[in-house]
């Protein structure tokens, strides 16, 4: 049997699969196309996570629109961060040209051009539906951890959320946390004391120039209401095809640390919400991660820890993440051992780091007799890839030189007017993008501060006999139309005591499905 009968049989048996699958490509030797070599993706195994790692311009991140459109086709919602800019054109058709025509006649595909349904968010004042969570549902354990705070100060948070429950004050903005930090550092020092114990001046200090640090990369944004709802992400289009939401944040590449609070905070609110799936025929929603080495980068050991913990769970709940980087060591290695699809465009060797970086990278693919992959990862053509993945038995298939399918939408950024007339027709953006400031902590202390310096505080102490107590300060807020916040902070003690066991914060299930 001649290499390529063998090498075509080979990839015939790692590639079919029983189960729904797509094709994303047609296998390569010796720099030629094969015949009957389909590389197929299962769809089964898309909760599994995976890696599309590549040197700038070799066609990552067509790869990832390409992929996006076939879960698109599969009614599989799809999240997708676009950092760039260019995943927009997911909402229009693509256009043919001879390129894309002789590349289709290699792998066998006809090219139709397709515009898919598209849902444009933001974490920022961009054009979409605003993304926002509220402090509160947060909790102390995750907002800590994107703090970066040592363990007395995760402690003093950790107080400072068990007295806002006590004491009925939500937390919503961050407004409101710089309230209440401000006011146990001074006029309810003593307060604080006799409740919960005394706190340290310093501490106080630490964690408020860190908040505002944070303020700083734009977080008084997302921080607020109304929160989103997890379960808005997973919707299907009238068409019946899986709606592909496109976080447009290329205003946050300088803002590393919310980014991360932002993705943290998304596994945790998927994880807490989602139900247990087991093993589905096809995803309930999978993410793209555009420019991962944002996310970890700036991460703390505490918060790559639990993002390990988070993506390592998750699959359970029927939810697949996808990490876009230009080098697999962008990504930690406790997290690339969960991944089990690998698409490897092209590295370049151009220092001595570069071509270390080559050798670690080929020695995390399976061995093969057809390439001499820490060779070819340099010589790899644009839009071609070395390709491995699990398949329906959890089994890595064989690794393959593949070439890989183009996008049928368009392969370059919509226009403000296309962007405008998308937005337009949303169902999301006239629910999330009115803003909400309920009366919360910041107004309720503000309040009470007042009536202090107007009328000073009843002192039970010195009640005449005979005479009835007047109510509290605290009594007189509860008896407001403030109360209406009870309730979602309740709901959030259950939520973060739950997750809290975990390490991971974020709501539980027994509330609406959403962020918070």
Known sequence: MSDQAAFLTSIKNGYSFKTESVKIGIGMLDGKPVAGADVNLPLKTMNRHGLIAGATG????KTLQMITEALSNASVPVLVMDIKGDLSGLGAAGTVNDKITSRCESIGIKFAPQAFPVEFMTLSNEKGVRLRATVSEFGPILLSRILELNDTQEGLVAMIFKYCDDNKLPLLDLKDFIKVLQYITNEGKAEIQQAYGSIATTSTGTILRKVIGLQQQGADVFFGEKSFEVADLMRIS???????NVLRVTDLQDKPKLFSTFMLQLLAELYGSCPEEGDPYKPKLVMFIDEAHLVFEEASDALLKQIETIVKLIRSKGIGIFFCTQNPTDVPPGILAQLGLKVQHALRAFTANDRKAIKQAAENYPTTTYYKTEDLITGLGIGEALVTM???KGIPTPLVHCMIAPPRSRMDILTP?????????SKLVPKYNQVIDSDSAYEMLTQKLQDAANKGETDPAKTKPGEKPQPSTIEKILN???ARQV?????????RGLLGALGLGGRSTSKKSGWF
């Open 238 to 244: 009238d068409d019946g095809r899986g709606m592909v």
């Open 417 to 425: 007017a296309e962007i405008d007339a998308i937005v337009s027709k």
């Open 487 to 495: 309730e979602r902070t309740a709901a959030s003690m259950i939520t």
């Open 480 to 482: 407001s139309g403030a």
């Open 58 to 61: 070799t066609g990552k991140t």
């Open 390 to 392: 699990l398949d329906e």
